[in-house]
Nanobody
Framework: QVQLVESGGGSVPAGGSLRLSCVVS????????MVWARQTPGKERERVAS???????FYAANAKARFFISKDNAKKTLYLQMNNLQPDDTAIYYC??????????????WGQGTQVTVSS
């Protein structure tokens, strides 16, 4: 069974940086793609960035050039480096592992989330 635990959230002023971590345990053979998504109250979960087993990366338009997704396979850890954070980035951030080629939101195994708050 795949389990994910996020950490690294917190409160920062606008322009600040945070690095989120997501430690993965269990057999990820069938859940080989990974995603960072975020959600605010009343809104749908939004994909921020994702990464494939071959290190191909996707970034949402509002994350490009500010957020960077990476992974350390030896440590089974996924990262999201977030720079120049803005108040609109305030959300709960989740990581998920999902079978590549499937709908990440429907078939992902999710962590519990970590809160990111950016003050103006």
């Amino acid at each position: 069974q795949v389990q994910l635990v996020e950490s690294g959230g917190g409160s920062v002023p606008a322009g600040g940086s945070l690095r989120l971590s997501c430690v993965v345990s269990g057999d990820t053979y069938r859940h080989d793609c990974m995603v960072w998504a975020r959600q605010t109250p009343g809104k749908e979960r939004e994909r921020v960035a994702s990464i494939d087993p071959d290190d191909s990366k996707f970034y949402a338009a509002n994350a490009k050039a500010r957020f960077f997704i990476s992974k350390d396979n030896a440590k089974k850890t996924l990262y999201l480096q977030m720079n120049n954070l803005q108040p609109d980035d305030t959300a709960i951030y989740y990581c998920a592992a999902y079978p590549c080629g499937t709908w990440w939101e429907r078939f992902g195994v999710w962590g519990q989330g970590t809160q990111v708050t950016v003050s103006s």
